[in-house]
Each structure stands twice: as C-alpha cells, then as structure tokens.
C-alpha cells in the first residue's frame, strides 16, 4: 500500500503497489539492508525539484515498510530565507561545491534549463557575489570543537562574514549550511554585545557590593554572638554587651532571644558560685565533682555583736552592712583562688584545694585572712570579726539532690574550724579582725608568716586538744 499526504498531514493520494515489482523490489531491499534513515540525491519531478528522505519502519525485527519524505527546494528556500530579512543575514545551502539548494533569490531563477539530469541550479546562476567568493574562498577559521568555520573578507568596500557548517550526513555529496550577513552588521551587533557585557559587569560589581555590605550585615551579629557566646562559655557575663536589634527578621529574632538569655545568666549569677563553675568548666576533664576525700583548707568568719546589732539597726541598713561586709570577704578570697561555699546569717564559710588542686591552699587562705582584716580596717573600722582557718581531710564534691546540688565540702575539718571561730570570741586582744588557724594549717606555712601561741584547747567533740595559733602577718 502507498500512501501520500501533503505537508499537513491530510492524505491525497493512496494505491496498492506491487512488491514484486523489480525497481521497488530494489528500493525496499536496500532501504531494509541500511536500517537507517537515508537521503536522496535531488530529483526533477514536474516544475518541481524535490528532496527526499527515507527510513525504515520497524516492529521488533519485523520489517513493515518505509516512510519518507520530501521538499522542493522552493520550500526549502523559503525556509532559509526565513533566517533573515532583507538587510539582515542571508541564508543558504549548497549542494557540493557548484549546485545550490536553497538560497532567496533560488525562487526568482527560469526553471527553464532544469531536468532529469541537471535537476539544479549552478551556484553562478544565484548572482550572488558573497556565495562566489565565498566557495572559492581561502581556509577559513574554526572554534576548537570545529562546529563551524568563519570566514572573512571584503567584496568592494564592503566587509562579510560568512558562517557555515559542512555536513556529510546526507549522502555522497556534502551540503553546506551557511549564514552571511556585512561586518557592519556584526559590529553592531558586537556593540550592544560589548554594553551588555558592560552593563552585566556594572550589575555583577553592584551585585558584589550589595553581597559584600549584606555579608557584614549578617556577619557582624553573627561574630558578635559567637564571641558573646565564647564570653558566655567562659562566664564572663559582665564583659558581654547585649546584641543590637537587627533589620533581618530572624537576626533580630535571634539577638532577642540572646539578650534575654543573657538577662537570665546574670540573674542566675548572682545565686551561683560563679567562680567555682567557672575553674570547673576550665578544668573540663580533670574537673570532677564525684565526691572524694583530700586534705582542704576551711575558713569560718563571723561578725562579733551582730545580734545585738540587728536590734539597733533596721533591716534595711542590716542588709546593708551586712552586703558591703560580704562583698570585701568575696574579693578578698577570689584574689586568692579560694571558694565561697555559703553564707550563714552573718556567718561565711570558704574552702580551699578544690576544684583546682592547690599545693599552697593553707598559705592561700591564709593571705585572704590577712587582706580581708586590712579591708576591714578601711571599710567597717568600728566592727569586730572575728576568722577561723583549719586544714585537714574532708569529702569534697557534689552534696545534695538531683533538682539541688550543692558543691561544698563536709566532715570534721569543718566542724572544727566553726569551734575555732567560736573560741576566737574568747581570746579578745582588742583586735578589730582577729585571726586564729588550727596547728596543722600552721604547719603548712612557710616561713614568711607570722604567727603566735595562741593556747592549747579542748575543743567540744574532740578527744585530744587542738593548738591554736593567732596569724599576725606576712
């Protein structure tokens, strides 16, 4: 069965074909022998020249026949002249290197010459002066990827660029694709292609400064958090500034949220040892806060009067003085790397050894004695105070509940100096800050610190008595 349809598909012609029919025999043995899609040379059917093309239909391995199409060069040349416009680029395909295929002016030419045997036009019959010179042009030039070859030269005062493709594909003779148009042309178009590409620099320098400026935006909040949060590792909760707002939304969220953190820590400071939690995060792994024993420090102070003293004075002055006292006590021990456990009514209780081992801990606690008498003297003249310090074996580490650990130490070290202090009332010299420590506190001073004899005391709960020394200076 033949079938013919017209370019849009509509049948117009249909007829049994006889396959044994030698020359179609032929045709459809080589056509099924290639397997592949073929073109024929062109033809002269009519007033018409025409191109084809085959190609085999397949089902699986079955044969069913071939499909094929074809063009007139008329139509050919329509759609190649399509590529341009009058004074624009000019199209054209060239068959071999003396007949042309499609061209503009192909439609314009007698087809009076044409037929069987010279089914198209001579190249010279185009009256094209850039297709003349181009086909006896010199080597032209190609990209590396050799898809094309550019051609250059002049034709009078005019200058033309000819681009052109050379395909093999399409039978024994080779077709040339090709596109000319005057230089001028091209420089026109190469200029607005140069302030495009100015233009897209401008915009791409715009587009860096803009990426940069936004850069720092964002980054200058971020650094800021990541360094209030090095601070915050660190607990340094008075050296960080609360973060600016921000004009990126999920910036200002995030400095919101920082700054109320932070609001938090410093309320939370202020009922924590900081300095302690501090040296633990310092010590990391060598920090533990497991329970164990070694041999500490412990200082007890006391304020001597104070009850009688709250009956004078108003709550307010009592909360006070009692602020300034501890204030000069806390400074006095920090210097000294020493640790605050807890206050008790106008009562202290420090330690040292712990978190951070400290050889030196008697020597240390010691020094904090001495510096809190000299401030004192400067700050509460006319108060009477009254310093323990002891040293010996205690249980250091976490005490307390899961929801309420206290990091302290506990066992007799502690009960001990609290007897101490309470002897101190009765060893009176008319001292302003008396200072007493334990003899075994005063066996780990150096030779730099004085002491005297103080006596030798039963202390309550303690079989043997306790020597006790008065530290004068150092």
């Not at 940069?212 to 340094?236: M, Y």
């Not at 040892?273 to 060598?286: A, F, G, I, N, Y």
Request: hydrophobic share 45%; aromatic share 8%.
């Amino acid at each position: 069965l033949m079938l013919e349809r017209d370019k849009t598909g509509k049948l117009i012609f249909e007829a049994e074909a006889n396959q044994n029919a030698p020359e179609l025999k032929r045709f459809l043995d080589r056509i099924r022998a290639g397997r592949e899609t073929t073109w024929n040379q062109p033809f002269r059917v009519a007033d018409a020249t025409l191109v084809t093309v085959v190609a085999p239909l397949y089902r699986g391995s079955e044969f069913l026949g071939v499909a094929g199409a074809a063009i007139s060069l008329q139509e050919l040349s329509a759609l190649v002249s399509a590529l341009g416009t009058s004074t624009g680029p000019v199209g054209f395909i060239l068959y071999g290197n003396d007949h042309v295929l499609a061209h503009r002016n192909l439609p314009l030419l007698p087809t009076s010459g044409l037929g069987e045997h010279n089914p198209m036009h001579k190249i010279a019959a185009l009256g094209d002066p850039v297709i003349d010179r181009f086909v006896t042009r010199p080597q032209g030039y190609s990209p590396p990827d050799k898809s094309f070859t550019v051609h250059d030269f002049e034709i009078g005062d005019l200058g033309y660029v000819v681009l052109s493709r050379r395909f093999a594909e399409f039978g024994p003779v080779p077709w040339t694709l090709g596109l000319y148009s005057p230089r001028s042309n091209w420089d026109a178009q190469l200029s607005r292609l140069g302030r495009s590409i100015i233009g897209g620099l401008i915009l791409l320098v715009l587009a860096i400064v803009a990426a940069i400026v936004l850069a720092r935006r964002i980054a200058a909040p971020v650094r800021s958090t990541a360094e209030a949060a090095v601070k915050i590792g660190a607990l340094d909760l008075d050296q960080i500034e609360p973060l600016p707002p921000s004009r990126i939304t999920e910036l200002n969220n995030q400095a919101t949220a920082f700054n109320q953190m932070l609001d938090g820590l410093k309320w939370f400071q202020t009922y924590v040892p900081r300095q302690l939690v501090r040296r633990l995060v310092r010590q990391r792994e060598k920090a533990t806060v497991v329970s164990r024993e070694q041999d500490l420090t412990v200082m007890f102070t006391d304020i001597v009067g104070f009850t009688a003293m709250s009956e004078t004075k108003s709550p307010t002055e009592i909360a006070e003085m009692l602020n300034r006292h501890f204030e000069v006590l806390y400074q006095c021990i920090e210097a000294e790397g020493g640790t605050l456990d807890k206050y008790i009514g106008d009562a202290a209780m420090a330690f040292w050894g712990a978190p951070e081992e400290q050889p030196d801990h008697a020597m240390r606690a010691c020094r904090a004695a001495l510096a809190a008498r000299k401030a004192f003297a400067e700050v509460e003249p006319d108060q009477r105070i009254k310093i323990a310090i002891h040293t010996g074996p205690l249980i250091v580490g976490n005490i307390g509940a899961v929801g309420r650990m206290n990091y302290t130490v506990i066992g007799d070290t502690v009960n001990t100096c609290s007897r101490i202090e309470k002897l101190a009332g009765d060893l009176d010299a008319g001292e302003a800050t008396i200072i007493l420590v334990s003899d075994a506190t005063a066996a780990e001073l150096d030779d730099g610190f004085e002491v005297e004899a103080a006596g030798e005391f039963q202390l309550k709960g303690r079989e043997k008595p306790v020597t006790v020394y008065r530290l004068c200076g150092e």
